[in-house]
C-alpha cells in the first residue's frame, strides 16, 4: 500500500514557515528503511526539488553537500516534521544547531536537545 501526502509546513504555533511538499511513501509501512517517491519540496514558491526519489536505508549514515542556501536544511526539516509520510515508527532527532564538543553521543545530544524543548 502507498501513503501519498501533500503538506504546508507551519509550526506548533501556526507559523508558517513557507515550506510546501509532497511525496509518496513507497517502502513497506513497517520497513525500518524509508522510500519516499515522487518527492517535491518548495521553498517560498521556489522548487528545491521536484519529483525526485528519497531513500534512505536503515543502518546506513547520510552527508548533504551543497552551496548555503540551496535546501538541505529545508529538506531536513521537512523530514523531521514529517511533512511526507514516514511512518510513525521511525525515530527521528533533528540538530539544527551546533553543539559544543562533549563525550555523549549524538543520539544523546539529540534526546536531550528534544526533551528541552518539549519542556519550554
Excluded: W
Amino acid at each position: 500500500s502507498q501513503l501519498s501526502l501533500a503538506k504546508s509546513a507551519t509550526s506548533a504555533e501556526g507559523e508558517e514557515h513557507g515550506r510546501s511538499t509532497t511525496g509518496v511513501l513507497a517502502s513497506h509501512p513497517q520497513s525500518r528503511d524509508i522510500q519516499i517517491d515522487s518527492f517535491t519540496l518548495l521553498f517560498h514558491g521556489h522548487e528545491l526539488l521536484s519529483d525526485t526519489r528519497l531513500e534512505l536505508n536503515f543502518g546506513r549514515r547520510y552527508g548533504l553537500l551543497g552551496l548555503n542556501g540551496c535546501g538541505k536544511s529545508c529538506m531536513l526539516q521537512a523530514l523531521a516534521n514529517r511533512e511526507v509520510p514516514i511512518p510513525e515508527h521511525i525515530d527521528m532527532y533533528l540538530l539544527d544547531k551546533e553543539m559544543p564538543a562533549s563525550d555523549k553521543t549524538a543520539l544523546q545530544v539529540g534526546r536531550r536537545q528534544q526533551q528541552q524543548s518539549m519542556a519550554a
